[in-house]
């Protein structure tokens, strides 16, 4: 019932940014997780970094120092800033939500980083 949509991914060379965002059809102010996760061509789908409801934020280790994920709750949606990209950031990003036991994910946008 709740859909999400990534946009601004992209192509950039290594060591740029990007910013992704992921609106949310409805409000995700009672969303007991929201995240961001990638998958890369023949790779598990990896959890890159989530936000709680409560605020706590948790990084993947190979992204630490590098990205920041936050949310704004009144505009229903969660941001990923990605600095100092690098190659291995390549992937598909996709937003997630926990809302009401349920798992909601976006369709996903492209991130490719060149050397």
């Known amino acids: 019932q709740v859909q999400l949509v990534e946009s601004g991914g992209g192509l950039v060379q290594a060591g740029g940014s990007l910013a992704l965002s992921c609106a949310a059809s409805?409000?995700?102010?009672?969303?007991?997780?929201m995240g961001w996760y990638r998958q890369a061509p023949g790779k598990q789908r990896d959890l890159v970094a989530v936000?709680?409801?409560?605020?706590?934020?948790n990084y993947a280790d190979s992204v630490k120092g590098r990205f920041t994920i936050s949310r704004d709750n009144a505009k229903n949606t969660v941001y990923l800033q990605m600095n100092s990209l690098k190659p291995e950031d390549t992937a598909v990003y996709y937003c997630n939500a926990l809302l009401g036991g349920q798992y909601y994910w976006g369709q996903g946008t492209q991130v490719t980083v060149s050397s």
């Open positions: 936000i709680t409801r409560g605020g706590s934020i």
């Open positions: 409805r409000t995700i102010f009672g969303a007991n997780f």
